[in-house]
């Protein structure tokens, strides 16, 4: 049995609440959660955990692999200062909710999975949301998306095990990347910007828990 959606009303509700719940805990940037607050995170989780749609925390999805709590996509989406017209990379798709906040405020978003049942399971999503400035790619993000750099923006939505240089070559002088960085199972969310000059600065804005960053693509049956 398939467990149906909230009413939309009933969503709604959900989703202002949520919103409320960001802004106390410091997500503040008014076009970043309204992104969040157009965007129904039950149309991202598993049927299993449906229900705790709306709570604010990390929930399993297919894979092994994580739907991100809605606060730290606040956060990682409101350090990333996005302008409208943004070109933005993104490594790990995921459920595609991170990748869908993102496209609400930006021009295009390149989003890269290892996973292609997880890949081809947001694109349904992105579609069924008439998202059409994503573009997604099957393959190792460890590696970015060297055809299409260089990125205004680059978000890392799983553990890079140190200081993501490869990504920090595909990224725009006066850009900004936001990653955790980290081998064990506490991370430390960094934001690093470009000094315009070929430089950055890097500034650490607290700890998380992602899943790691693995190398090469999954081999599924
Ligand atoms: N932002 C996503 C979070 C997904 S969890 C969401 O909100 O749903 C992190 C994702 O990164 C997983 O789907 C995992 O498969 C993916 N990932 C890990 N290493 C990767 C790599 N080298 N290249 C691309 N994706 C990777």
């Known amino acids: 049995m398939t467990r149906r959606s909230k009413e939309p009303a009933e969503r709604d509700t959900q989703l202002a609440r949520l919103v409320l719940g960001l802004r ?46 809605p606060y730290i996509v606040g956060l990682m989406t ?5 302008e409208p017209r943004a070109r933005v990379l993104e490594i790990g798709t995921g459920s595609g909710y991170q990748t869908a906040v993102l496209s ?32 997604t790619r099957f393959g190792d993000g460890f590696l970015g998306w060297a055809e ?3 990125f205004d923006r680059i978000l890392v939505t799983a553990a890079a095990p140190e200081e993501p240089i490869v990504l920090l070559q595909q990224l725009k002088p006066s850009g900004v990347l936001v990653a955790p960085v980290g081998k064990g199972p506490v991370q430390q969310l960094c934001r690093y ?24 693509v999954a081999r599924e049956l």
């Open 148 to 150: 299409q750099a260089p």
């Open 78 to 82: 409101q350090a990333l200062t996005l």
């Open 24 to 69: 106390s805990q410091g997500v503040t940037d008014p076009a970043v959660l309204a992104a969040i607050e157009r965007t129904p995170r039950d149309l991202f989780t598993p049927d299993l955990f449906k229900e705790r749609s709306w709570e604010d925390s990390a929930l399993p999805i297919a894979c092994g692999q994580t739907i991100s709590q």
């Open 104 to 135: 609400r405020l930006s021009r295009l978003v390149y989003t890269v999975e290892r996973y292609r049942t997880l890949m081809r399971a947001a694109e349904a999503r992105f579609d069924a949301l008439q998202i059409t400035n994503v573009i």
């Open 193 to 216: 910007a470009g000094d315009g000059a070929g430089g950055f600065t890097m500034d650490v804005l607290c700890e998380v828990r992602f899943v790691p960053l693995l190398e090469g």
